[in-house]
């Protein structure tokens, strides 16, 4: 059977090393901080803002909450990020996704200074990813990189394979095990035959947003399994991308669903925050 890797347990470590290292930078007179934007009312969004405003609280990071209503004009909302650029207390600016339909994301997204862009989406931080000098890296692939790392898989020269092409996860995520010395093969809803990719993987990257579809029997014996699908199923039970049980048996790992890379994400959050608040204090 496989080892669990335990996305809790590592996202617990990495938040009292944050923790701590923010303290150290308090005592120096640095507070990291955070500006969360929110426009509009949505559910999900408003949970994922008052997650990541715990989160900061229990670090140390100052979380400056910006809540705007639905129908805020776009001018109005790069008036606060030209504010929230020049303010200098505020290390990293988040704005929660989806916007409004009224305004344009990516307009929005490049109006956030690259060295704020704690989400790591501005292209500017695309382009230092893909030349392999990265500055902010985006939260969940970068969360994926460090459960590997925690749990000790040398990705160098390893066949990892990728499903699914998003740019905030399977592109970004594909990238990041390049640099490790990777080969990489991505796939997406135009690829043929993926189970014959994934049983060839060494390492299997799943990011879908389909219940199950990557099938147990198709892992490789001793593979290591990442899953970082969430698939509302029936009322509340949450699966991944891949069929946990029948993986299980193939795999030498494997990240559950929840538990697993779910509770990384704002957790780098959190680091990039602070990386960009001692970046702050060594100018
Ligand atoms: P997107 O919908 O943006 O991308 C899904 C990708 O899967 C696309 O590239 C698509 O291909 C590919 N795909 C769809 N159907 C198939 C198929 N049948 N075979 C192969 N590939 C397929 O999703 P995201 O990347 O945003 O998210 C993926 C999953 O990860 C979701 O379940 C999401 O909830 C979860 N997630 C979890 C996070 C966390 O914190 N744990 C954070 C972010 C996402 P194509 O490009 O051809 O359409």
Redesign the pocket.
């Known amino acids: 059977m496989a080892e669990l890797i335990d996305g809790k347990a590592i996202a617990a470590e990495l938040r009292q090393e944050i923790a701590a290292d923010t303290q150290s930078l308090v005592s120096k007179g640095v507070t990291p901080g955070l500006a969360v934007v929110l426009v509009g009312e949505d559910p999900a969004s408003r949970v994922y803002v008052s997650m990541k405003e715990k989160a900061c609280a229990a670090a140390g990071i100052f979380s400056d909450e910006h809540k705007l209503a639905a129908d805020t004009s776009e001018q109005d909302l790069l008036a606060l990020i030209a504010q929230l650029n020049a303010d200098e207390r505020i290390d990293g600016i988040l704005v929660q996704l989806p916007l409004p339909d009224h305004i344009d994301e990516s307009k929005v997204l490049e109006a956030i200074s690259p060295d704020k862009d704690v989400d790591g989406f501005h292209p500017y931080n695309v382009g230092r990813l893909v030349t392999g000098n990265p500055l902010f890296q985006p939260?969940?692939p970068f969360?994926v990189m460090k459960m590997l790392e925690r749990t000790g898989v040398e990705l160098k020269g390893k066949e990892v394979v990728v499903?699914?092409?998003?740019?905030?996860?399977?592109k970004p995520v594909a990238l990041m095990c390049l640099a490790e010395h990777a080969t990489v093969t991505i796939?997406?809803?135009?690829?043929r035959e993926?189970d014959k990719k994934v049983a060839a993987a060494d390492v299997v990257i799943?990011?879908?947003?389909?219940p199950e579809?990557i099938k147990g029997d198709w892992i490789k014996p001793g593979a290591v399994v990442i899953d970082?699908?969430?698939?509302r199923v029936g009322d509340k039970k949450l699966v991944?991308?891949v069929e946990f049980d029948a993986a299980c048996r193939n795999a030498a790992a494997i990240t559950p669903?929840p538990g697993?890379?779910?509770?990384?994400?704002?957790t780098m959050l959190l680091y990039n925050t602070l990386v960009s608040a001692k970046r702050r204090s060594e100018r």
């Open positions: 939260c969940t969360g499903v699914g092409r998003s740019n905030i996860v399977g796939c997406h809803s135009r690829t993926l799943a990011a879908v947003g389909r579809m970082v699908g969430v698939n991944g991308d669903v697993g890379v779910g509770p990384m994400t704002i």
